[in-house]
């Protein structure tokens, strides 16, 4: 059996985690048509982005960070009936990504 073991938490960038998992959760349930499938991927890099939020930057921008990201989520949907999938899918990676870059990720890099 293989010893998985996971980065530090503080040598973690929160943004392309975010990226991965916005953009990587809906191509996984766009392309195997198994939507859960991609609420797994999403989930998943949800979680480890936490880790990191919480040891960077504490509760607080952990809680708001974390409502970006699901609330990003859930917005993409009613806006890809406005603009399309792949339109909203970039706009709202692009709004938590940047979120979580400015609230962490450039932080701890100075």
Known sequence: MTNLSLKNASDVSTA???????????????ETGIRPLGGVVLAAAGVYAGRTWL??????????????????FGLSHPL???????????????????????????ASAD
Do not use: E, F, M, Q
Not at 59 to 70: E, F, H, I, Q, S
């Open 16 to 30: 392309p985690v975010v990226a991965l998992g916005l953009l990587g959760g809906y191509l996984t349930a766009r």
């Open 55 to 72: 040891k960077k930057s504490g509760p607080w921008a952990t809680a708001a960070l974390g409502a970006t990201y699901v609330l990003g």
């Open 80 to 106: 890809a009936k406005k603009i399309g999938a792949w339109p909203s899918v970039l706009a709202v990676t692009a709004a938590a990504s940047g979120a979580s870059y400015a609230l962490v990720d450039r």
